[in-house]
């Protein structure tokens, strides 16, 4: 049993003692069966607490992640058609939307964060730098002759903006 079935029968026993202590005073028995009810919700319904809220906070989103929510974004699109032809592959397609997603614009810019091995500091990198070297094939690292920065990131607010600039690009494709 994990934890949180274990938390549920604490919450149930909880609420089978609440009307034992009803007989003794009714105003003791509330705070057992508050409690009790919510071990018994917090053990059988784990999808209330499941909330992963570092990911709720978290403003960055993986580069490989940017990528495929683009591409998801503008499938059925000239521009997705023109990814899948030169990308050969999912990855390719993938790496095809990395590079439109670092393309100047005024209007949406969109900063490449990593971390440069072997810290672990999550830093900007310099947007010069970004253009000059590759994506590696998984679209976690920057490399040049070596590894230059890892886990690359953007800020999910700039992906938002530049996918809508995405988007506009082109029109949908007829399928037919």
């Known amino acids: ?3 949180k079935g274990k938390w549920g029968t ?7 003692v609440a009307p034992l202590m009803m007989l003794i005073d009714p105003l003791l028995a509330i705070p057992p069966a508050i409690l009790g009810a919510t071990l018994i919700l917090y053990g059988l319904c784990p999808r ?3 909330a992963d809220v570092g990911r709720l906070h978290n403003p960055y989103i993986p580069l490989k992640d940017a990528a495929r929510i683009a591409y998801e974004k503008t499938l059925n699109t000239s521009v997705s058609a023109m990814a899948e032809r030169l ?5 390719g397609t993938l790496s095809y939307y990395a590079i439109a997603l670092i393309q100047d614009s005024p209007d ?5 964060f990593g971390t440069r091995p072997p810290s672990t500091k999550l830093e900007a990198i310099p947007h010069n730098k970004v253009r ?9 690292a920057l490399e040049s ?11 999910r607010r700039d992906l938002t903006r ?10 949908k494709i007829v399928d037919g």
């Open 10 to 16: 604490i919450g149930v026993g909880l609420e089978l």
């Open 108 to 112: 949406s810019p969109v900063q490449i």
């Open 48 to 50: 209330i607490f499941k």
């Open 1 to 3: 049993m994990d934890h």
């Open 145 to 155: 002759r070596r590894r230059e920065f890892e886990n690359l990131q953007v800020r």
């Open 162 to 171: 530049k996918i809508k600039e995405i988007q506009s690009w082109a029109g």
């Open 132 to 140: 000059a070297w590759r994506f590696s094939d998984d679209l976690t």
């Open 87 to 91: 990308g050969k592959d999912s990855g």
